[in-house]
């Protein structure tokens, strides 16, 4: 994930459903990028709508936990 996603994801743990203008405001990011950026984690299942159009990030915590290594 790209840092500015990640920051995404920081500002709405444990914030319940937000509006898309809430999350940008949060982040400090104008709404298009931000837009941008909530759609792509839409799509890859890390983000979700709630029944009302709101952005919902499900999650209190989250760890991730990998490996890099030379090719």
Do not use: C
């Not at 984690?41 to 030379?70: H, N």
């Amino acid at each position: 994930l790209a840092p500015k996603r990640w920051q995404i994801l920081q500002a709405m743990t444990g914030a319940g459903p937000l509006a898309l203008r809430e999350v940008a405001r949060r982040v400090g990011r104008d709404v298009k990028s931000v837009h941008g950026d909530v759609h792509t984690l839409l799509k890859a299942g890390v983000l979700e709508r709630s029944a009302d159009g709101r952005i919902v990030f499900p999650y209190d915590e989250v760890r991730v936990d990998f490996t890099l290594r030379a090719a």
